[in-house]
Structures are given as structure tokens and as C-alpha cells.
């Protein structure tokens, strides 16, 4: 049986380091000899190793004086293996269970075989049992194997690679596979490929923090690619097919990336002189047939001209925008903020305000603004709606999200006030002032505090991470959410301790005639008490990015029966819930709610709140009314969807209840459970309430809000 060495190299891993060490040391063909390479970790990669390396036998590791890269790193592997093939596997990501017995089984008397690389966010290992491949070969066009410019999931002889000495180029950081692979490509000319053969390559979901070595700085990389095409193009003149290979690594990056990076113009000349001696090096015969575009961008670069390639990069950017922008009319109205609105000037006396991405008129945005308008301060007002027309007080001009006029209010106003983000396509311009005012406490981990992300935008933790770059306040209700807001937000501009506005309604409005005059308002029969049952969306329940589904639990026929001639129930969904409700069966005990705009006005009138995750209930909390937590997938959604940041089953001011029946009992026994909860609701309402006075709005706007007009 041949002996395969796995050379692993390693380098601050430590939240994905078993997941990989796991899926090598379980496979199916088990002679293996696994080299470990710890490159200078600073993290807790080492005592994973260690723990490894006493557990089995097969594993062998080395551990580097500082950081000396992945060529550095693999090479030494190379020289340390004494199998009779090598595999490369990256410490990040990990490969199923059979996937070396199957390219052993298939790779014949070939120097190497290829299987495929799959990107994935999850650390889920998907071990479908394969009994039967069918292997493609390439030939002439097997540099389309390597088009990922990665040695990544192949399977090499030892001595092929020793052979012809073939190993990683030790001069660069970044794209060092590319020496190695142009050598593979010269010494072979026929090459298996097996796709059922998956290796899982992990997209790291927090580039900010975690980014793996591709996800790192442009301008190195660029530096990095420019200096290793320029040797290897003298190595290799006179093989066309490699040096085809590396003019089409050099022109796709330059297309798909470096134009990117250029849309800065002052990214260009980091990198200009390194990128015009390569671009002189591609094959004229290899460019004839590329775009008119890129030809008239790549012979400026020839000829060193350094202001005719930014005049052209410039007239190019434009073309590439305007392009995108006929493809919709939003992409459009885009082109036409960041070309003209932009350049128009700032409107000190102009505020936009949004609220849950336009679906309603509610929140903290619109307390700090009726607090503005019941004071008659002196600011033009501009809400964006995703569906104009809504009744409203004040003056303020509603406009359609996404039309014209709001990408032209979003250029012109100097503040911007919304409670969830704003698009990063919008460039926050210099002067503008962006208010986040954010939308509750946090039970569920956010944004930097998850490890894997289960929701729609696998991008989640870097998109985030660019739109929070441009907030300048951020409101905090509580000192817990503070410390939250700092670490997962990484926000450290300033903090608005104040509570929450839209909780101002909760103190001012508390009154039994208010009530009387809501319930009215909502066609409440006001001989009833009111459940309210509010739950929040999951992450992994979806029709698409951005559009959750929810499949009601609560039954709603047993609450009809036991509790109807005293409660009805009003249901609010979470707003990024977009599948509606079917409770017309049950017209006059259960009202969907899901589409009024404020909620703080439905815990006014209500007696009982019914939850599960969502923040909703430290705000109700104000109101010192008894809360039940229907939690029917808690294990399922602590565990692996998102996970929380404090014990709910020892610290939520109410019951954890799984069933229809025992949220009913509760309901039947509410005086008894609020006797049960009372110690532990006041030590929530301390912790969590104590900064709301009713006056945060007012505490808001006197911090901000600066009488700057002209």
C-alpha cells in the first residue's frame, strides 16, 4: 500500500484547525504521513497540534521561528516527506473522508491527478459515499485545470516533483503556487481530472479579523503577482503553453481585480511601474484577441505613460458604470448619484431618515424626528419609504427608496438617521454625518461575534464591516450593549448612552386612556386582553438573500379554544420576514399585525408578550408586564444557527416554554409565573432598562443635531 504524506501548512488556525486535522486523519486510505508546518503561530494553533500529534502516530510536526509564508512553509514539507505521493492541504480548509482513496484509485501511472475545489462559509463536511468515477484528461488544454492558479486537491508523485525539482516559489507572500504549477504544466502532458473529488476550500466569513492570506491587502498582492509573472515569463519563453498560462493569470487578475482596485485613482501609482514592465512581457499574439477596452488600457501601461493610463482608467471606470447602469434602472439612478449628485454640494440643513430599510415609519428614527418636528427646529426633513404616502406629522417630504430622488436626497443631505444599514454602494461623502441609531439590545450574537455564517449573504461580516466603517454615533440602550456593540460592531467612534428613543412612548404614553384610545385605533375589543406574540426570523430559513420565510408553531386553534372569551392574540412578525400569514380562520381572536409601522405602540396595549429570540422583549421589559418565551427550537438555534450571549434559561424574566399546552397554562396561571419571575424581572429590568427615562429622543438630538444652516 503507497504511502501518501498530507503537508499541512499552518499559521494562526486555531478556529478552523481540527475541522482540518480531523477530515485527514479519518480518511479512508489510512498509510498516511501527515506533515504538519506550524509557521510561526501566535494564536493556539500549536496546542491543537501538539494534542494531535499525541493521538496519532502518523503525524509529524514542525514548528517555525516566525512567519516565512506558505512557499516557505510547503517546501519544507516536501523535503521532510518520504511518501510515495504528496497532497497539499491548507489548515482552513478540509476534504471528505474518501476523497484520497478515490484520486489513489484513479491516478494510474499519471505524475499527478486533479479533483475539485469547492469554496464553502460552513465547516460541515459533505461525505457522500462514491463508489464510481468517470476521470476527463486534458492535454493541450489542461491549464484550464489550474486556472484557480492553485496546487490545491492534486495528487503528486514524489519523485515526478523531485524529478524536475519542482517546488514553490519562496520570493513572495502571495500567488507562490503559480511557480509551482507553471512546472507541473512543462513536464506534464496529459492530466486527470476527477470532479467528484471535492475539496473544500473555506471562504473565511470574517476577512476583517480572520482573513485568510488571499483575502489580504490588493496592493501587495498585485506587487506579489507582477514580480513572480515577470521572472517566470523569462523562465519560460520558450514554452508556449506555459507562458500562455501566466498571460492569462496576469490579464484575468488584472480584469477582475486590479481594474476593481483602480477605481481609486489614487491606487494606481503604488503599482503602476510594476504593472507596466510585466504588461510589456505578454505575448502581442495572446492580446490580439482581447477586448478594444483592454488593449487601450494596457498600452499606456506599455509605453510607462503614466497620466495617459489614468486618463483612459478614468474614461474606462465611467464606461464600466455607465455600462452596469443600463443593465436596471437602480444601477442607473447608482451611476447617476456617484457622477452627479455627489458633486453637488452638502445641504446643511437636510436630514434623511429611514426605518428598517424604508418598510416603515417607526423606531428610533422616528422618535428622534417627531421629537425635531414637536420642536420646531429648522431642518429640512427627507423620510425614505419603500412605499411613499404614509401619514406622518410634520413637513418631510417621503421618497420611494431606490427612486431618483433618493439617490439625489442621499447625495445632498448632510445627516443620515436609520436604524438598520444603508447600502455600501452609497459613498459617504466628507462632511456627512451618518446617525445609527440601531434597532435592540442583542440576545443573538452579531456580526463578528458568530463564527459560521448561516444566513443568506455569506459576505455578511464583511459588508457589515464596510457599512459600519461610516457611522459617526451609535445608540446604545444599555451598558451590555455597549461592550456588545464595541467587539462585534467594531465601532469606536462615539456612543450614545441615552436608552433607546422609541422607547420614550413606553413612559410618556402609559396611561390608561392612551391605551383605551390605541386599542380603539387597532379595532381592539376593549373588554379584552391582549397577547402579543412577536417572534424573530432564522438565519437559515430563506427564499433568498434578504427575504426570511416563517412557519408559525403556536397553535393557533388550542389558544382559540381555552382562552378566547378573555384574550385575543395580535401576531408581529420580524421585519425580514416577507411570507405572510394565513390566520383568516381565526378573524376576531387573532389579528396579524406584521405590517404596523411601530411596535412600541402595540406593547402599550398589551397585557402578555409571547417571544422566542427576538429583542423585542428587553424593550417591553419597560413595562414591567409578564413575558413567555416560546422556544421550541432552542437547541437547534443556540447551538447552530446562531448561539446567544448570555444563559437565556437562567436569566430571561420569564418561562422557557416548548408547547402550545404549556403556554397556555401559563397563560391561565399569568399571576402565579409573574410571582415566580418577580426577582428575577427586577434584576433584568436594572441591567437592562435603567437608562430608558423617556427622554432619550430629546438627550439624542441635543448631542447631533447642530444648528449648522447657511
Known sequence: MKKISVIVPVFNTEEFLEDCLYSIVNQSYSNLEIIIINDGSTDNSQQIIDSFVEQDARITSYLFEGNNGMGVARNYGLQKA???????????????????????????????????????????????????????????????????????????????????????????????????????????????????????KRRRNDPINNASLMQQGKKEKIKALTFLYIKLKGNYEEDTLVSKYLDQQLLNYYRKSIVVYFKKEENIVDVFEDLARAMKKVDNRYLSNRSKLLKREIKPMRDNNLKLFKKVNNQHQMLRGFKKGFKSKRAFYLQIYRSVFTKLSLKNDLIIFESFLGRNYSDNPKYIYEHMVQNNMNYEFVWSFNE????????????????????????????????????????????????????????????????????????????????????????????????????????????????????????????????????????????????????????????????????????????????????????????????????????????????????????????????????????????KRPILFYTYDLESYRDTIRGFYFDIEKEVPGPLLKTTESVIDSIKNIDQVQLEYQERYNEF???????????????????VFKQEID
Open 82 to 200: 518520504t511518501g510515495d505521493f504528496i497532497y497539499f492541504v491548507d489548515s482552513d480548509d478540509f476534504i471528505p473522508l474518501d476523497i484520497l482513496q478515490l484520486l489513489m484509485n484513479n491516478i494510474d501511472e499519471y505524475p499527478v491527478i486533479s479533483g475539485k475545489l469547492k469554496r464553502t462559509d460552513k465547516s460541515e463536511n459533505n461525505n457522500i459515499e462514491i463508489t464510481e468515477v468517470s476521470p476527463i484528461y486534458y492535454t493541450k488544454k489542461r491549464t484550464k485545470i489550474f486556472k484557480n492558479k492553485s496546487a490545491l486537491n492534486r495528487l503528486y508523485r514524489k519523485d515526478f516533483l523531485d524529478q524536475y525539482n519542482i517546488r514553490f516559489s519562496e520570493e513572495v507572500a502571495y500567488f507562490s503556487d503559480i511557480a509551482f504549477i507553471a512546472e507541473v504544466l512543462q513536464h506534464t502532458s496529459r492530466i486527470p481530472y476527477v470532479k467528484e473529488c471535492v475539496y473544500y
Open 685 to 703: 429590568y436594572e441591567k437592562f432598562c435603567k437608562w430608558d427615562d423617556g427622554n432619550a429622543s430629546k438627550k439624542v438630538v441635543d448631542r
Open 388 to 623: 411613499t404616502n404614509k401619514n406622518i406629522p410634520g413637513n418631510a417630504k417621503q421618497v420611494k427608496r431606490f427612486s431618483l430622488k433618493y439617490y439625489y436626497y442621499m447625495a445632498r443631505a448632510k445627516y443620515w438617521v436609520s436604524n438598520a444599514r444603508i447600502p455600501k454602494t452609497l459613498g459617504k461623502r466628507e462632511g456627512n454625518i451618518y446617525l445609527q441609531t440601531w434597532h435592540g439590545t442583542p440576545l443573538k450574537t452579531l456580526v463578528f461575534d458568530i463564527k459560521d455564517i448561516h444566513s443568506a449573504d455569506p459576505n455578511h461580516k464583511k459588508n457589515f464591516y464596510i457599512q459600519s466603517r461610516r457611522w459617526d454615533f451609535l445608540i446604545s440602550p444599555n451598558q451590555y450593549s455597549t461592550d456588545i456593540f464595541r467587539r462585534a460592531f467594531q465601532f469606536n467612534n462615539e456612543m450614545l448612552e441615552y436608552g433607546y428613543p422609541r422607547n420614550d412612548i413606553l413612559y410618556s404614553k402609559n396611561t390608561t386612556q392612551d391605551i383605551l384610545s390605541l386599542k380603539q385605533q387597532f379595532n381592539i375589543p376593549s373588554n379584552k386582553k391582549v397577547i402579543l406574540y412577536a417572534p424573530t426570523w432564522r438565519d437559515n430559513e430563506f427564499f433568498e438573500k434578504g427575504k426570511y420565510k416563517f412557519t408559525l408553531k403556536l397553535e393557533l386553534d388550542k389558544l382559540r379554544e381555552e382562552l378566547s372569551d378573555e384574550y385575543i392574540i395580535i401576531l408581529r412578525t420580524h421585519y425580514h420576514i416577507s411570507n405572510q400569514l394565513d390566520i383568516s380562520e381565526y378573524e376576531g381572536f387573532a389579528f396579524d399585525m406584521s405590517n404596523y409601522d411601530d411596535i412600541a405602540e402595540l406593547y402599550l396595549i398589551t397585557d402578555i408578550l409571547i417571544t422566542d429570540y427576538s429583542s423585542v422583549f428587553f424593550d417591553f421589559a419597560n413595562l
